[in-house]
C-alpha cells in the first residue's frame, strides 16, 4: 500500500533510540517503569507533499529533527503512517 502526503505533510519514519545498559549492571524498577521520553525525534523522510515548502529541498533518507508530540500516526486499512506538518520541522540532521 502507497500512502502519498498531502497538505504540506511529509511521511516519515521515526527513528527510536535504543537504550543501552551494561550487562555487568543490575537494575530493578518495577514492572511498569518507562524511561522518560525526549520531546523530540528523529525522522526518516519518505515522501514529501507536493506543495510543501521542501518538496525540493528534502530526499528520501533525509533525517529531520521534530518536536514527538507533533507527530500523527494514521492507522489505515492495516497500514501506519506518520506524518509531520512542514512547519513543525525544526531542521535536517547532516552527517
Given at each position: 500500500m502507497t500512502f502519498v502526503?498531502?497538505?504540506?505533510?511529509?511521511?516519515?519514519e521515526p527513528i527510536e533510540e535504543q537504550e543501552e545498559t551494561p550487562s555487568d549492571i543490575m537494575i530493578v524498577?518495577?514492572?511498569?517503569?518507562k524511561k522518560p521520553m525526549s520531546p523530540y525525534l528523529g525522522c526518516?523522510?519518505?515522501s514529501v507533499?507536493?506543495?510543501s515548502k521542501f518538496f525540493d529541498k528534502l530526499k528520501?533518507?533525509?533525517v529531520l529533527a521534530i518536536e514527538r508530540r507533533m507527530l500523527h500516526k494514521?492507522?489505515?486499512?492495516?497500514?501506519?503512517?506518520?506524518?509531520?506538518q512542514d512547519n513543525f520541522v525544526f531542521g535536517r540532521i547532516d552527517k
Open positions: 502526503p498531502a497538505n504540506r505533510h511529509i511521511l516519515v524498577l518495577p514492572e511498569d517503569y526518516r523522510v519518505l507533499a507536493e506543495d528520501k533518507d533525509d494514521v492507522e489505515l486499512q492495516g497500514g501506519e503512517f506518520y506524518l509531520i
